[in-house]
């Protein structure tokens, strides 16, 4: 993990404490990026189980209001090992089958 020692690793006696200053700031705002971007992650693990069922479900109605859709078809229940980005991606590719099916509904009447 980085640390403000790492940060602060190329100080020299002869900067500016103003220049001490900006390194410390950047040093803090570093380690809350960081810490920021692995509680979410460990969020999103956590909630992995809710985001399949609610994803399964999903995908069960939008192919019962779009049963011709062959491109719904060919997209796959998520099991309970998926990651979120398999669940980001199939849920990109359901929103815009959805989107190109009413383009089509529409253009259709």
Known sequence: MHTVRNELSGYEHG?????????MRHAVETM???????????ALTAHV???VRDFNALLQD????????????????????SSVAVIAVRLSL?????DSE????VNAV
């Not at 404490?17 to 390194?23: D, K, T, V, Y």
């Not at 019962?64 to 062959?70: C, H, K, L, R, Y």
């Not at 009413?102 to 509904?105: A, E, I, N, P, S």
């Open 32 to 42: 809350v990026e960081s810490l920021t971007v692995a509680r979410e992650a460990r």
């Open 62 to 81: 939008v192919k019962e209001q779009f049963p011709v859709s062959d491109a719904l078809r060919l997209i796959d229940p998520v099991g309970a090992d």
């Open 94 to 98: 359901m929103q815009r089958t959805i």
């Open 102 to 105: 009413l383009r089509r509904q």
């Open 15 to 23: 900067d500016t404490p103003e220049h001490s200053r900006w390194l």
């Open 49 to 51: 189980e809710g985001l």
